[in-house]
């Protein structure tokens, strides 16, 4: 699709999610706008879906974010192979206006953390709650201490949840209210992903490294797994895509420190 004269912004206009690729040569510019760093298809400036201009904060970024659209078939592009230009763009169209539901859904889904709400004992898992202990604990610890700084964090097994103190509730906001609106799209898909605010953080904050944080992120899978093998075709594609949107958003928080950069809130 075409935005202003000289400019591109990518549709999807096939039936199978995939566009074709109309460009030979990918480049990095200097954003014309001020600060922040543009992509060139053939020399016209790339856009988002949404037609805005696809500037990003730090220079890395932006060579990262081109290098999925030189690494794109000779004929074919796939939205679905460029996880770093979706939370790019999800950055910029979406999370301005989305912000605050976004941070009202992360706490939300706190209650249900596997971190703070652990699957209860049964007859045919009487080793669960230890090894659930031992993944789990040294987070919610670290949550409590470093992220809550010293708030009291409720643990529990019940299958509905767990209602943490307000006081808690609030810390855990204004720590979400700092992130500013390219580390919340990360953040956001990290949690997505593993299904996790609390080991969404760990990521995002230097705590658990990838290779960390996914066999925590799929806990209860290998624990079913182990129990009851792997099913091909299932798990294995489960484990895949895992790995590269935990892989992906780590990647880009990375990324939006590396150098200097203007990244405004809101």
């Given amino acids: 699709g075409r935005g ?9 206009s096939r039936s199978d999610g995939t566009l074709p690729r109309a460009y030979d040569v990918v480049g990095v510019v200097k954003s014309p706008c001020g600060s922040g760093y543009g992509i060139t298809l053939d020399g016209k ?17 932006a060579y990262a974010v081109a290098a999925e659209w030189q690494w794109q078939d000779t004929r074919t592009v796939q939205p679905l192979t460029m996880p770093m230009m979706t939370l790019a763009a999800t950055a910029i169209d ?3 206006d989305q912000r605050h539901a976004v941070i009202g859904k992360l706490l939300e889904y706190f209650s249900g953390d596997p971190v703070v709400c652990r699957a209860p004992p049964q007859a045919h898992s009487k080793d669960l709650p230890a090894k659930q202990a031992a993944a789990f ?3 919610a610890r670290w949550l409590s201490e470093d992220v809550l700084e010293g708030r009291n964090l ?6 509905f949840g767990v209602q943490q103190d307000e006081e808690v509730l609030w810390a855990l906001r ?21 299904r996790s605010v609390t080991l969404a953080l760990a990521v995002s904050e230097g705590r658990l490294t990838v290779r960390e944080a996914i066999p ?6 290998e624990y079913q797994i182990a129990e009851w093998g792997l099913v091909e075709g299932g798990h294995d594609i489960d484990i895949a895509d895992t790995k590269v949107r935990i892989g992906a958003g780590s990647v880009f928080l990375k990324l939006l420190n590396d150098g200097p950069k203007d990244v405004p809130k809101q």
Avoid: C, H
């Fill in 4 to 12: 202003a004269a000289g400019d591109v912004s990518p549709t999807v």
């Fill in 45 to 61: 400036t790339l856009r988002t879906p949404g037609r805005n201009p696809l500037t990003m904060p730090t220079e890395s970024l």
């Fill in 94 to 96: 979406i999370m301005p």
């Fill in 137 to 139: 604990d040294p987070i």
């Fill in 154 to 159: 409720q643990v529990t097994d019940s299958i």
């Fill in 174 to 194: 204004e720590k979400l209210d700092a992130y500013n609106n390219w580390e919340l799209t990360a953040l956001n898909s990290l949690s997505a992903a593993g």
């Fill in 216 to 221: 925590l992120m799929r806990f209860d899978e």
